[in-house]
């Protein structure tokens, strides 16, 4: 009875230290599995769900080596996906009975592998590693996976390594499964992904040549797609884009070879044959490419630009009809400077005369009344033919070595009459930073100066006008001060429009055309400059004119001539052609004052007859311009012809630089504007007396 007890009493301890064994294995291959779970939760791909495993089942399952192999389909052979060992890197199995089993879920240890189809094929340096294998698969949608475990001596996988394997079998199925769930996801994304990127990329394209349809070819030119198939009144039917333009077969060779450089290209005109109505239209487009660099086609717009081209062409016959008109008013004006100026010659002339004829104080103020006036007249007409020159665009400076100081005093000479007849004092202040010579156009530099100057002293009743010249950053700064009436804030704003005064109502006493400050403003620009004011009403103004300075870098000009005497102990011969019986009596009665003989001839035919009849009688020809019969230029280009080369002198009213050019072109020596004013022609007589006593 006793050892009855002793050995029941025996299994049952037997049996409890197996129970607690089997809850100690259980609890292990539990932690095994969380620790599984956990490792493979983070896992994004079949490869690191699989490493993942295999770091657990090392722990558990005594391997050397493991090998997963991996295909998508039944028809395909296992592949190598994940090794321990680089022998079996990229390997590729055969599929026999064993490996069938293991990716229905059943896990089989083989004690002679060598003797199992799937590794009879296997190399020596490959099968020494695989004595011993433990396998196991899983089928799901995606494909199969096997796993095998190996080691390079037999008999090391006990049952509990199957089971244990077996245990985490379905564990690896779900993450499979899972891994697959969101491959497919993340590969739907992805797809989705590029055809919004190639849409966005598409209509980014459109948007750079956005216009009425899009259109799209592959590189051999056929579309692809096309937003209408109506282009205007043109209905495109053909498959490729060059065979939209069947009647100008020049066109679509240009586009085809426009396409041909791969590059992107814009405002390529087509217009519509004139039986679809002749519209114009506009292509632009640009190449697309793969991720390869592998050109895709050609993606653009073609827009509708007939109203623009319509619009373009009405404004370049507007521009043709406004420059038309702006020389037909140039024409007009210098039509007008010379009617004008052709009495004025006389008016100016006989004036001149009867102011020597031994006129009375009182006469003699009538007469320089009617001098002053006659001047003023001779001012406006040089204002607007001025300004008509430089709206016309018909207008240059002529710069050359100029002494900025000759053309202040020669402005300050003219001017201080003036200012001494008003009790304004005039004075001039040079810093001695201002430079002798430099580079300009000394006409136009003292028209400046004769502009602001003379405007400084018409509006200033009492007090000074002051001519500051000196030099700031390299800018000539002439600063013209006066002590007048000063200007308005708000008349300044137009004050340089041209024909705009200071004030309208108050002003006119003053006289002018308002044309100086304007004409001034232009030739400022013209060399680079600006001009500003500074001025307050009833106090005074303050005209700054600021120039960039070109200095000469070897200055050669010499010191200013002082102005010839008239010679009138060396009388002249002098031929004089005009048509006008008044202005023959005043170049007549001009020249025969200052001691010259004077002949007259009434047009161009008369010269040449006179000239070569009494060739050696004349030592001048004063030639009118504008003469009936035979003008001036063709009665010079046929004395000059002939062998003649008797001084010439231009006598027109005709003064533009175009026109003064054009004399000196065909022979002439001199230039004399009408209205004749008597320093200018002494000045002229001076220099052909000289000439006349040195032969």
Known sequence: MANYESEKLQETLLDLMRTKEREKQLRDENTAILAGMAAMAGANTKRQVFNSLLTVLRKYIGFEHALVLTREDETAPLQELVTTCRFFESSVWPIGNTFIRSMHGESIALFDPKQVYEFKTLPNELLVHCQSVLLTGVKVSSGDALLLFFHSEKGQFSPNCRRVLERFRPLLERAIIDIDYRERLQSLVTIRTQELTHSQQRFKDFARTVGDWFWEVDPDYRFTYISSPHLANHVIDTHSILNIFPDQPEFAALLENVLSQRTTFEDFEWQLPKNEGGLWINF???????????????????????????????????????????????????MMSHEIRTPLNAVLGLLDILADSGLDLQQSAWVNQMDQSAQLLLTIINDILDL???????????????????????????????????????????????????????????????????????????????????????????????????????????????????????????????????????????????????????????????????????????????????????????????????NQLVAKLMLEKRGHQVRIASNGHEVIEMANQHLGDFDLIFMDISMPGMDGISATKALRASGMSLPIIALTANVMKSDQDEYFNVGMNGFLAKPILAKELDSILSQFQIATNTH
């Open 284 to 334: 632009s487009g640009t190449p697309y490419f793969n991720k390869h660099g592998e050109l895709l086609g050609f993606r653009g717009t073609a827009k509708d630009i007939t109203y623009r081209k319509k619009r373009l062409e009405e404004l370049q016959e507007a521009r043709k009809q406004a420059e038309t008109a702006n020389k037909a008013k140039s024409e007009f004006l210098a």
């Open 388 to 582: 008509s020159r430089i709206e016309s665009g018909n207008f240059e400076l002529f710069n050359a070595e100029m002494a900025l100081s000759s053309s202040l005093d020669l402005v300050v000479t003219q001017l201080k009459e003036q200012a001494n007849k008003k009790q304004i004092e005039l004075e001039t202040v040079v810093s001695g930073l201002v430079p002798a010579t430099i580079i300009s156009d000394k006409n136009r530099m003292s028209q400046v100066l004769f502009n602001l100057v003379g405007n400084a002293i018409k509006f200033t009743h009492e007090g000074s006008v002051r001519v500051d010249v000196d030099v700031v950053e390299n800018n000539l700064h002439i600063a013209i001060t006066d002590t007048g009436i000063g200007i308005a804030p708000e008349a300044q704003k137009s004050l340089f429009n041209p024909f705009i005064q200071a004030d309208g109502s108050i002003t006119r006493q003053f006289g002018g055309t308002g044309l100086g400050l304007a004409i001034s403003q232009h030739l400022i620009k013209k060399m680079g400059g600006r001009i500003l004011l500074k001025s307050q009403l009833g106090v005074g103004s303050c005209f700054t004119v600021m120039i960039p300075i070109i200095e000469v870098k070897s200055p050669n000009i010499q010191p200013d001539e002082k102005p010839l005497c008239v010679l009138h102990n060396t009388p002249m011969n002098i031929l004089v052609a005009e048509d006008s019986p008044t």
